[in-house]
């Protein structure tokens, strides 16, 4: 039973960190659009790349969204009406939006560095 705590215990302590960088992530996103809405007019670059930072942030955002909601449902387990799948399964959709994030991001550093050589 005390091991039972324990790994409940844990199990919540690893949620709350999860939790906490969703919610870090969520505030760099929202400083990323707050930073293109005050820099957009002095770049053309950062204008020409504005579509590419509102799908990043928006998508962020969402995806943020949905991770609180499963982190809800895994902090009240008790209180889900399906079972949590335990094996491996393919990439989930959770997954496939993080990457499609991590790939956004590539592309904008990337866009970003070839304008710098561009100026140099």
Known sequence: MERQTNQ???????LDVVE???DETKDLA??????????????EQLSRMEPEF????????????ELATILKAAKD??????????GRMAKDQMETKLEEIVKQCNQILASLAQSQDLMA
Do not use: C, D, W
């Open 20 to 22: 906490s960088l969703g």
């Open 54 to 65: 509102i799908r990043l942030v928006n998508g962020t955002v969402k995806v943020v969204q």
């Open 77 to 86: 387990q008790e209180k889900m009406i399906f079972e949590v799948p335990s």
């Open 8 to 14: 409940r215990a844990k199990h919540l302590q690893m």
């Open 30 to 43: 929202l400083n990323l659009a707050l930073y293109l809405a005050k820099a957009k007019g002095s770049s």
